[in-house]
């Protein structure tokens, strides 16, 4: 990263995906519906783990794995569709910011341990 700081972006977004900001979401079902096999009734609520999707294996190759060459990294650490998060950009900035600046200043950093 030090040396080629156009792999940030990609640092970002992994670093979002993995330590999702927003653990959770409630909802509440519209219409009587099924979702993976199970029905959900008009009023029902639902929670939606950010933190789970963000580890699907049926979305992420080895999601538990933190690469920051990941590519489409297709996380939902910010909601999605309507509900897309209007600071997202800003989120970014800032974490992109954050490693310009520090990345130059450390002699080393690096991922220890396995994720829990």
Wanted: glycine share 8%; proline share 4%; with cysteine.
């Amino acid at each position: 990263m030090k040396a080629d700081a156009e792999l940030i972006p990609g640092l970002v977004d992994e670093a979002i995906r993995w330590m999702t900001p927003v653990k959770h979401f409630m909802r509440s079902a519209t219409a009587d519906t099924e979702l993976g096999g199970r029905r959900i009734a008009k009023g029902d609520w639902l929670m939606l783990c950010y933190a789970s999707g963000n580890r699907d294996e049926a979305v992420f190759e080895d999601p538990d794995a933190f690469r920051s060459d990941r590519k489409p990294n297709r996380h939902v650490a910010f909601g999605y569709g309507a509900h897309l998060c209007l600071g997202q950009h800003l989120a970014k900035l800032e974490m992109r910011i954050l490693f310009e600046e520090l990345l130059p200043r450390l002699t080393s950093l690096s991922l220890d341990g396995r994720s829990r």
